[in-house]
Structures are given as structure tokens and as C-alpha cells.
């Protein structure tokens, strides 16, 4: 992982690149399925004159982008997909330089001039490569493979309720740094004053002074790293601490003997303290909703500042002052326009619904998701939870796969909250939900996606349930909502309608408000969205309806429901 790689982008490869379908991989798989010299990665012939097939007279897709939304031949496609480009680079003693992935969905292969440059799994976490010899001068092709092809022991696996969208789904660029660069770098409060970074420099020179400066503060600190180029540094310091009202942002210069790398930080505490969440040591309460990284107008995956202010800006219009980010990490871009806003976030990764838990590599591969995101994200202060699963099923092999999961991620960052998106069990008196899934153990804040009202019960029955949990934890109701086709109008009673969506909130806000424990909820969803599991002709039509917000953009009567509430809220602060 390279910190902050937007900081070291010397070159976007955004735009159109030329690509080629490949359902049968036939670019790279010969007659019996294994990898053959004439690869569409080579640019190699059986014999002169018989390349069956070119790059230069090919389709062209846009990137960043999923392939699935540009182009209706698409729609629906999952294998593999060519991608490539050609650059040039021009000499740059003494400076390396690596080739920068924002994600791609779900396996990617990379080549550059028809060497592997190597590969990555998880099609929603950063990957890069460096360039060999920092990339020599002349012209260059990069050729990218991806393949989204759904697998029982991916991670996803293969059922998921959102679109398997593929491809370069995020900016791809080139990056340059000093020969021995600060590759890694954690900067955050370890308690209320006290400032702690942590930093790792890559490269020959491991033994250098490095400097820690935040000028707006007037704080400098400096220290020498050890021989594997580690540095720790504290210092106390009078900062304004970010809260969603006062999202304060300092800017942090890191300075070694031959690099420099900075950016904007917000400095928090957050801890959970019996039922409730502290900020800063202040009990919060999370005015939140769920979104997926959708475009907001229309199919396709978000991916731009723009989307992200779009999206997140009808978060703040709801009231909101959390978000979470569903089902898996989404881009930077959206985490970073989130602190700006003032919005908390729950983090993700796609381990959702019943992945193959007792399948090694599965747990490999969720651990390095879960890796990727925390140290992607480790600096944004909005980022207070890290989620491990969604929905899945209490069995013993979950167990042991979560418990690990937890163990890995209480390594890797123990400044942050652990949560899962878990169920809830009836109990006899038919009146109680019960929150006593085995994994709570492991988690420090509770998360629930309860459909009362739409997958079961009727929604006046919300009158009389109520909530209870062994688990002397804070309670986020992680999911909870009910579908309505924006402008379609009847009775309270009617599924689909504005008045349905609208009635069974109210009757989840009567709920709410009478659970002690419950420190915040994300309601499902903020717009709908994209999802082959939808099929019902004229109502969803490959979309999931439970948006509050509609896919042209459109605000359902449900949207002024949770406001009036959130309002209500904010107004108790
Ligand atoms: C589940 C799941 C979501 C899904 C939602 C729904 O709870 O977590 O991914 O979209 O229910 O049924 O709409």
C-alpha cells in the first residue's frame, strides 16, 4: 500500500482504452485452459502476420468506469475483459515510480510492455505495481485483465443484492517517488492532547531524520527511524478536535532527509462506553443512512468527486451525520468528501451473506480486503467503525472465520470500533427482538438490519415490539426500511407506494425511540439501486426501490419522515 497516493500522481490514465471481450479467455488460456504464449497480453503471433486480434482497432470504454453501464451489450456481462493503454515516460533519475489502481472489479492481471507487473484479488480496495528500473524512457503499453466473474469462495461470493458491476471502476495513474520514500503513515490522537504518528520509509536509505509538522498548530516534532525505517512520534498538542458540526481539518507535513508527503487530517477520539459511543468523550447519537457506491443519476459505479458530493449532499439534506458505506469499501474520493462534510462513516468489507467460511483462501482473502481498507483509510478521522460481515448466518465455521477477522483487524488499527451487520432472533413472547448473535462477543458496537414492517410483520406491530440484548453494547439498527416506486401514490397499506415506504418509517421511529441501547441507525438506503435480484416488471425492474431517493434523483415522502426525526434530533444536541 502507498499512503496517500493521490498526493503522488504524476500522471492520470483516465479516458477512453481501447478493450477487448474475452468470455472465453481466449487471450490467455490456450485450447486446454492454460496460459498460452500468443496472450492478448504479448502482443505475440502463432506465425507472422496471424495475430487474431488488435488492440488498436477495438472498442473503447471509458476510464474510470464499470464496463456494464457504458455500453447495453454489457449489461449484464461478467468475465473477463481487456484493457489497454499506451504512454510515454521520459527519463527521471533517481525517482521510482509505480503503476496505481483505485480498485478493479473482482481479479485484475496487469502487463506492462508484455512482462506481468502482477495481480490482485477484491474489487474494491487499491492495488499498485512498481514500474521496473522506474519505468525506462520511450513509448509503453499497459494491458490490463479483469474478471468479475462471481465464485463460490470469492469474497463476495456468489449471491450478493447489488449489480456486479466490472472493470477499471476507479482512477488508474502513475505515481513517482524518491528512491526511499515515507511509504506508510498513521497520524491521529492516542488520547485527548496527544498526538502519534507512526511512518515506514521504503527505499535504500532506511536510517533517516524525519520531521512531523502541523504549522497551524505549531507543532514540530522530530525523531530518527530504525534500521527497518520505523518511526514513532508523540507530542502533545492543543488541536481542535473534527466533530460532524465542526468537521476541523489540519494540514500534516511528514518530512524526511529525501521525501515530503502531506495532507489534511482531522484529529478525534472515539470510544464505545457501555450502550453509548463517545466522540471526543461526548455521547453521539448517529443520524445515519446506507448508500452504495452508485452514480447518483442513473446505473453505474460512483466513482468521482462529483458523484460524491452528490450523494453525500442529499446525506447532509436528510440530517444526517453518519453514513454507512455499503457493502464494501468504497472510493476514497467518497470517504474524504465525508470528513469534509462532517459525516462519520461505517466502513465495510463484502463479506455478505454466506461466504465459504471454511475456505482458507476466503479468509486470506477477506483478511488482505480488510488490510487494504484499514490502511487506506487509516487517516480519516471520519471512519470510526470497520464492519466485517453483513447478514451472515450464525455457524459455527462464521465464527471462527470472524473471530479471526477481528483478531487481524484489532491488530492492524485498535484506534477504531468493530461491527457487523447482524440479525436479530424473535423470542417466544413473540414481542422481543433479541440481539445475541454469537459474534457480538467480538464487537464493540452491535450493528441489525431488521425489515419489520416489510419482509415480516405488519408495520403497526412496531407498536408493541421491543428490543433486548445480553450484550451491554451500543446498538447501531444497521438496515431497516421498505420499497416504494417514487410517484406512485395510494394507502398507507398498499407495498410499493409513497404512502407505504412513508408509514412503515414512522412506525420504525415509534420503534427506535423506545430502545435503550440504540446509539444510531443507517437506514436502508438513500437511492435506489442497481440489483439482478429485482425482477418485478414495472415496479423494480433490476432496481432495489427501498431508496429514499429515487434513481432520477427524486426525494420519497419517506425522505421527509427521517428528516422531520433527525431534525428533532439534531435540535436535542
Ligand atoms: C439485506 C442486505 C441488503 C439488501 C437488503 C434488501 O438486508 O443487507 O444488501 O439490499 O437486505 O433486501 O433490500
Redo the contacts with the bound molecule.
Keep these: 500500500m502507498i499512503q496517500n497516493a493521490s498526493a503522488r500522481v504524476v500522471r492520470d490514465f483516465s479516458g477512453r482504452w481501447r478493450v477487448i471481450v474475452d468470455p472465453y479467455e481466449a487471450g490467455y488460456r490456450g485450447f486446454h485452459g492454460n496460459p498460452w504464449p500468443f496472450g492478448f497480453f504479448r502482443d505475440a503471433e502463432p506465425r507472422p502476420g496471424l495475430a487474431e486480434y488488435d488492440f488498436d482497432r477495438s472498442e473503447l470504454l471509458e476510464v474510470p468506469g464499470d464496463w456494464n453501464s457504458q455500453d447495453p451489450r454489457l449489461l449484464y456481462y461478467e468475465g473477463t475483459l481487456w484493457y489497454q493503454t499506451r504512454f510515454r515516460l521520459e527519463e527521471q533519475p533517481g525517482v521510482r515510480r509505480f503503476v496505481h489502481f483505485g480498485a478493479a472489479n473482482y481479479h485484475a492481471m496487469v502487463w506492462l510492455d508484455g512482462k506481468p507487473l502482477g495481480e490482485h484479488e477484491g474489487g474494491f480496495t487499491p492495488f499498485a505495481f512498481e514500474l521496473p528500473g522506474a519505468g525506462t524512457a520511450g513509448e509503453h503499453v499497459l494491458t490490463v485483465k479483469v474478471d468479475n466473474t462471481r465464485r463460490r469462495e470469492a469474497v463476495p461470493t456468489v449471491s450478493?443484492?447489488?449489480w456486479n458491476y466490472g472493470g477499471l471502476t476507479r482512477e488508474v495513474s502513475l505515481l513517482e517517488v524518491p528512491e526511499t520514500f515515507v511509504r506508510e503513515y498513521t497520524v491521529g490522537l492516542d488520547r485527548p492532547g496527544r498526538v502519534r504518528a507512526q511512518l515506514v520509509l521504503d527505499g535504500p536509505r532506511l536510517r533517516q531524520m524525519v520531521q512531523l509538522r502541523i504549522p497551524q498548530a505549531g507543532l514540530e516534532v522530530s525523531g530518527e527511524t530504525d534500521d527497518d525505517g520505523r518511526l514513532e512520534l508523540v507530542a502533545e498538542a492543543q488541536l481542535e478536535r473534527w466533530t460532524p458540526a465542526q468537521p476541523r481539518r489540519y494540514r500534516v507535513e511528514i518530512t524526511s532527509e529525501t521525501d515530503t508527503i502531506a495532507e489534511t487530517v482531522g484529529f478525534r477520539t472515539v470510544r464505545a462506553l457501555g450502550t453509548r459511543i463517545l466522540l471526543n468523550d461526548e455521547p453521539i447519537f448517529l443520524r445515519g443512512v446506507s448508500l452504495h457506491e452508485e452514480s447518483p443519476f442513473g446505473p453505474g459505479r460512483a466513482w468521482s468527486e462529483e458523484h460524491a458530493r452528490t450523494l453525500l449532499g442529499w446525506a447532509v439534506e436528510l440530517g444526517c451525520n453518519f453514513v454507512r458505506l455499503?457493502?464494501y469499501p468504497h472510493n476514497e474520493t467518497m470517504v474524504r468528501v465525508a470528513e469534509e462534510l462532517g459525516l462519520l462513516v461505517w466502513a465495510e468489507i463484502p463479506v455478505?451473506w454466506n461466504i465459504a467460511w471454511d475456505h482458507a483462501p476466503t479468509l486470506d482473502c477477506a483478511k488482505a480486503q480488510l488490510g487494504e481498507m484499514i490502511a487506506r483509510d487509516r487517516n480519516r478521522c471520519a471512519v470510526i467503525l470497520w464492519s466485517l460481515s453483513?447478514?451472515a448466518p450464525a455457524t459455527e465455521a462464521r465464527q471462527a472465520f470472524l473471530s479471526e477477522l477481528a483478531g487481524h483487524a484489532r491488530v492492524l488499527d485498535p484506534t477504531r470500533l468493530l461491527t457487523s451487520?447482524l440479525f436479530a432472533r424473535l423470542d417466544e413472547d413473540a414481542e422481543t427482538m433479541v440481539i445475541d448473535d454469537p459474534v457480538g462477543e467480538h464487537l464493540d458496537v452491535m450493528g441489525c438490519?431488521e425489515?419489520l414492517g416489510w419482509?415480516y410483520r405488519e408495520p403497526e406491530e412496531m407498536d408493541r415490539i421491543r428490543w433486548s440484548s445480553p450484550y451491554e453494547k451500543p446498538l447501531i439498527m444497521s438496515?431497516l426500511g421498505a420499497g416504494a416506486v417514487a410517484g406512485r401514490h395510494g394507502d398507507e397499506s398498499t407495498p410499493f407506494t409513497e404512502e407505504h415506504q412513508a408509514h412503515v418509517y414512522r412506525k420504525q421511529i415509534g420503534m427506535l425511540r423506545r430502545i435503550p441501547f440504540l446509539a444510531g441507525l443507517s437506514p436502508?438506503?438513500l437511492k435506489d439501486f442497481r440489483?439482478p435480484r429485482r425482477v418485478l416488471p414495472g415496479t423494480q425492474d433490476g432496481w432495489?426501490r427501498?431508496g429514499l431517493v429515487s434513481d432520477r434523483g427524486l426525494r420519497k415522502r419517506a425522505f421527509g419522515v427521517l428528516r422531520e426525526w433527525y431534525q428533532e434530533l439534531a435540535g436535542q444536541e
Design positions: 450478493t443484492d447489488w455499503a457493502h455478505y453483513n447478514e451487520a438490519n425489515y419482509y438496515e436502508w438506503i440489483s432495489n427501498k
